[in-house]
């Protein structure tokens, strides 16, 4: 008798379950400008535990199966995606930072001085500034006055969440004519907004470097 | 039965003849006196005149093992199965009310207006909203520290402490 009832019980539950599915639809995108592999992996934040995503013809097409709202999303973060690449304006500000008897900021950090004021360091000094623009997938070096230089390469904006990598920025320093590394590392720069790099040795070392950035399109 | 005089005589040196154990059995004076020469003698006396069981000790150890399966056996399937039909009953009779339940409530949320699918693009905006500054670093000794922004933010502090940056920076 139970187990007649656990049967039925399981087997309305099986059809209540495919009664209950969305459909799922299938779009195929071809692209024209940018990768399908690099594509597939930024779509993945948008897709439901249903979809699935396959690659054809290379590395130019994908097919995308998911619930039909999610596949709309999806191609319209594709679309816009597959862009010619497109320019990026940075602006990259390096200043030094320690502690002092009295907090002096530079006129060319003020924007940021509300910021500033929640790290322990109250005195900081401009060490070089540049403005530079390149494409998606461009490399670039610049010189942050006459100790410092910074390299980079940008990568393609992710329209998913705005945001544009800085792969491989690498911050270096002029002793003695020789240059050496600092620190590398690949930051995601979303679009319009200021990142406030502070590097440091300890949390009580004297004296900080603080690189300042800001992508625009 | 030998005599408690032929016992005590024959003792200390046939202790493992069959008469003279059964006699420590049903002697309690012989026993004391026995046990004051051999404290063994006692658990010797309990086994009887023949400490091997009939078969050999292989079949007895057969024996023992078949009764211990037959009773696990028997214990295992009766009642178990019975319980875990039940609990399967239970399971898919919960799953079943859930699940009309949900149904029921997505026939009232198909009606136009409510929005259901936005809630589910707002869920999804905040995942990928929510990626890190730093994809990585390069340093085995490094700390970084995003320091969480409020929303409509425009500036954000991330700080790094890495012990292979030098002291002059």
Partial sequence: MTKRAAILLTLSLLLTGAAFAEPLSVVTYQFKHKSAEKAAAMIKSLMSTEGSLSMQAGDSTLVITDRTENVKAISAALAQYDAPAQTIQLSVRLASARNEATARIPDNLRDVAPNLAMVRYNVFENLGSANVSGKEGDSGIVELGPAYRADFRFGEIDPATGSIPLSDFRLSKLDKDQLSQLYKTTMNLKVGRTVIFLATRDPQSQRALVVILTAKR | ?169
């Fill in chain 2, 1 to 169: 039965m030998i005599s408690c005089a032929t016992f005590r005589a024959t003792f200390p040196v046939s202790v493992d003849d069959a008469q003279v154990l059964e006699h420590l059995r049903s002697c309690d004076v012989c026993l004391t006196f026995a046990v004051e020469h051999d404290p063994d003698v006692m658990f010797r006396a309990v086994g009887g005149g023949d400490p091997i069981p009939p078969g050999g000790l292989d079949a007895f150890v057969g024996d023992v093992m078949r009764e211990v399966r037959m009773r696990s056996g028997s214990r295992s399937t009766g009642p178990k199965e019975s319980a875990l039909w039940r609990r399967i009953a239970i399971a898919a009779a919960l799953s079943a009310v859930v699940s009309s339940g949900a149904l029921f409530y997505q026939s009232r949320s198909a009606i136009p207006g409510v929005p259901l699918t936005i809630e589910r693009a707002a869920m999804t905006s905040v995942i990928a909203s929510s990626r890190p500054v730093i994809e990585n670093y390069e340093s085995d000794s490094a700390t970084i520290i995003e320091v969480p922004t409020a929303a409509g933010e425009d500036v954000q502090v991330v700080m790094v402490f890495d012990e292979s940056l030098p002291a002059d920076l």
